[in-house]
């Protein structure tokens, strides 16, 4: 019986910080986030443009990271017309998709990224986004490039769109080509400022609509994940450009990850994001080359991995299938003294039995009594973990009760396993 405690946490390989580069281009002519694109002849913007990108991708295969390209339908059209895509082979998107050679896509991915604006009388929803990359030579993700999931600026529930720029994604979008559906949501942000952007590790799918804390909780039933990009890193011209401080927070949150300060049994994905719109403000290349440079000493001390996002869906879902864990949500920021975001009730994130026990008062303060039907001449192990998955206190015994004591334990919030159950939430207060 002495093992039965250290299964929690044997069972539990030290985890990894999965990372990609993400871009977004925009749609406005004009404010911050301001692209010029017209629509012909010229394509002034995506000429200026597209020169960068294919330098930038070029690097970031020669030195093994992950690139997804989340593209509205205004750069695909320069594409199209001014570099001839559907009947060239040699266009930036359909570069950038085949970079490494087959299985394409596992470089850079495409990602569509809807944006409403019309071009010639017509408004292009993502379905007609996808079809027009997919037109260039290169081949669309099933990844919505960014999205907002909560519309306001003041509380976290106080003006909820519900039904807003998520909701549409989870039924299957008709095109004027095509029908389409994607299987992640990537993000998530909220309108500028981006004060309430969803800055939250792992996988999983918003369980509804009825407020911003409500799209943090896990139904298994939905039909789309929901992939955060944990604390996400903005090398930005129009913030306060500090290369270091992006390489410092990086390594800050592998090394939390890498040393047990956030928990074994969680699924880490984060992402550096860099815009179209700063690729001729600053020598976005050379700054993108250190960061890069930086996280690959990281992934030498395997603390981080490359891996697009369609990769880290993929990851993760070998991870969940092998550890019974269905979903994965850790806040950037979050300690393990402060509760999650969404309190499901009940604790499913750890496999196991159930041996019928349960134990009261929860919350707690100094003790709790444990009761269970497993008893007799067994000798039962009673095991507390921290948040972390390490094991803060054991007790044997044989009776069909036993009082813990909780008195040497900081407030916070735990887990209490009995032998090889699944285990279950304790709050201590004091």
């Not at 301001?34 to 913007?45: H, I, K, L, N, V």
């Not at 709790?368 to 001449?377: F, N």
């Amino acid at each position: 019986m002495a093992l039965v405690c250290m299964a929690y946490v044997i069972n539990a390989q030290t985890p990894k910080l999965y990372i990609t580069i993400t871009s977004h281009n925009e749609m406005t002519s004009a404010g911050w986030n301001a692209e010029p694109y017209d629509t012909g002849p010229s394509y002034t913007f995506y000429h200026q443009t597209k020169d960068t990108l294919r330098k930038i991708v070029d690097m970031i295969y020669a030195k093994g990271a992950k690139y997804n390209l989340q593209t509205c339908q205004k750069f695909v059209f320069g594409c199209l017309h001014a570099e001839a895509a559907a009947t060239s082979s040699v266009d930036i998107l359909e570069y950038a998709y085949k970079l490494g050679g087959a299985p394409y896509g596992r470089v850079v991915e495409i990602d569509p990224r809807y944006k409403t604006q019309a071009i010639g009388g017509y408004t292009y929803n993502i379905a007609d986004v996808a079809h027009l990359i997919d037109s260039t030579g290169a081949k669309s993700s099933k990844t919505v490039g960014g999205f907002v999931h909560y519309n306001s600026t003041v509380t976290p529930t106080s003006a909820y769109s519900i039904g807003g720029d998520w909701i549409p994604f989870t039924t299957t979008v008709t095109g004027v080509y095509q029908k389409w559906k994607p299987d992640i949501l990537w993000g998530a942000g909220s309108i500028p400022p981006h004060t309430h952007d969803a800055n939250n590790y792992g996988s999983w799918k918003p369980r509804g609509t009825n407020d911003s804390i409500d799209f943090y909780c896990h139904d298994p039933n939905q039909t789309v994940w929901i992939q955060g990009n944990g604390c996400a890193w903005n090398l930005d011209s129009t913030a306060n450009l500090n290369i270091q401080t992006i390489i410092s927070d990086i390594r800050n949150e592998a090394t939390k990850i890498a040393n047990g300060t956030y928990p074994a049994n969680k699924f880490y994905n984060a992402s550096l994001m860099i815009n179209f719109k700063d690729f001729k403000k600053f020598n976005l290349r050379a700054s993108l080359t250190r960061i890069i440079d930086s996280i690959n000493v990281m992934v030498a001390q395997n603390k981080v991995i490359w891996a697009t996002i369609t990769q880290k869906q993929d990851t993760f879902n070998l991870w969940s299938a092998s550890k019974s864990i269905p979903y994965s949500q850790w806040a950037c920021g979050q300690t393990t003294t402060l509760a999650p975001t969404c309190n499901l009730s009940g604790v499913d994130e750890v496999s196991g039995y159930d041996y019928n026990f349960k134990f009261y008062p929860n919350p707690a303060d100094n003790e709790i009594v444990i009761e269970t039907e497993q008893s007799g001449t067994k000798e039962n192990v009673v095991c507390v973990f921290d948040n972390a998955g390490r094991l803060i206190h054991k007790q044997t015994f044989k009776q069909s009760s036993v009082k813990l004591m909780l008195n040497k334990i900081q407030p916070g919030v735990y887990f209490v396993k009995i032998n090889d159950s699944r285990a279950k939430k304790l709050i201590i207060t004091r």
